[in-house]
């Protein structure tokens, strides 16, 4: 089993700064792409931001500029520091990791518990 543990959420005035972690732990033999999503009220989970084992990331157009995505592979961690917040980026945020097990065939998706940011005006 792989679990992934987020933290970093809360509550920020717009315009203030986040840093998200999520660390996966358990039977991991490796992980490819790591991410973030997000799911506001009413609306479906987004991807915001992802990253390859290798370091590639891709970002949804909302928040080029001012999120950055990071990982460190010897921690099996991904970061997502959120700068100039809006209050539209106020959702719960959900870590995801695509791993590979130990001793297990092929990949699986895995998925933090979620973590809520807010961001008053």
């Known amino acids: 089993q792989v679990q992934l543990v987020e933290s970093g959420g809360g509550l920020v005035q717009a315009g203030g700064s986040l840093r998200l972690s999520c660390a996966a732990s358990g039977n991991i033999f490796s992980i490819n792409a790591m991410g973030w999503y997000r799911q506001a009220p009413g609306k479906q989970r987004e991807l915001v931001a992802s990253?390859?084992?290798?370091?590639?990331?891709n970002y949804q157009d909302s928040v080029k500029g001012r999120f950055t995505i990071s990982r460190d592979n010897a921690k099996n961690t991904v970061y997502l520091q959120m700068n100039s917040l809006k209050p539209e980026d106020t959702a719960v945020y959900y870590c995801?990791?695509?791993?590979?097990?130990?001793?297990?065939?092929?990949?699986?998706?895995?998925w933090g518990q979620g973590t809520q940011v807010t961001v008053s005006s």
């Open positions: 990253i390859t084992s290798g370091g590639n990331t």
């Open positions: 995801h990791a695509n791993v590979v097990r130990s001793f297990l065939p092929g990949r699986v998706d895995y």
